[in-house]
C-alpha cells in the first residue's frame, strides 16, 4: 500500500495515449518511460529542495536543524524518502510515489496530533518538547511541472514515431 501517490489526468497526456494505444495495440512501453523519467524527476527534487513548479522548500525549524542526522530537507540518515521513490506500470496507468509511512505528510503537509496520550512527546534539539500538535509543512515532491508535462508528451511522441505511417 502507497503512503503518497498522485493522480494526474492531463488533457493532452491522455490523447496522446489514446492515439497511440489506437496505432499500437500497447502503451506499456511508454507508459514504463514515463514511470522510469517521473521517478527520476522527482528524486531530483530532493537535491534541489524545491516542488514540482521550482518554488523551494520550507526551511527546516532551526532547533530540528541543530541535531537532525542526515543532510538536507527530507533527507534522514537513511535517506529512503528521497531513495525509494517507485513506479508502478500495468497496461494502462503508470503510479510513481512512495511507500514511506511519513511520505504523505511531507508531500502534503498537516498536522499531526496526539491520539492516545494528552500531548506528542519527543525530543528536538537536545529538549524535551510536550505539545497537542505539529503543524508539518508542504514539501511537495510529487506532481508535474509543465516542463515534466512536455517531457511525457515527447516520451509520447517517441513511441508513436514507428507506428506514424500506419495513419
Do not use: C
Not at 536543524?65 to 506500470?89: C, F, H, N, P, Y
Not at 494502462?92 to 498537516?110: C, D, K, T
Amino acid at each position: 500500500m502507497a503512503a503518497a501517490t498522485l493522480t494526474i489526468r492531463d488533457e493532452s497526456i491522455d490523447t496522446g495515449l489514446t492515439r497511440l494505444y489506437q496505432a499500437a495495440a500497447t502503451i506499456t512501453p511508454a507508459l514504463k518511460n514515463i514511470g522510469e523519467h517521473e521517478a527520476r524527476v522527482t528524486r531530483g527534487r530532493f537535491v534541489d529542495e524545491k516542488d514540482p513548479e521550482g518554488k523551494a522548500w520550507k526551511p527546516l525549524n532551526p532547533l530540528y536543524q541543530k541535531t537532525k542526522k542526515g543532510s538536507g530537507i527530507l533527507k534522514g540518515e537513511s535517506g529512503d524518502l528521497a531513495r525509494i521513490i517507485w513506479q508502478l506500470v500495468d497496461d494502462a496507468s503508470v503510479e510513481v510515489g512512495s511507500n514511506q509511512i511519513y511520505a504523505r505528510i511531507h508531500n502534503e503537509g498537516g498536522v499531526i496530533k496526539a491520539k492516545d496520550a494528552p500531548a506528542l512527546v519527543f525530543s528536538m534539539g537536545g529538549k524535551t518538547i510536550k505539545v497537542k500538535s505539529v503543524t508539518i509543512p508542504k514539501r511537495q515532491f510529487l506532481g508535474l511541472s509543465e516542463k515534466d508535462r512536455a517531457d511525457i508528451l515527447d516520451i509520447i511522441q517517441d513511441h508513436f514515431e514507428p507506428f506514424a505511417s500506419v495513419e
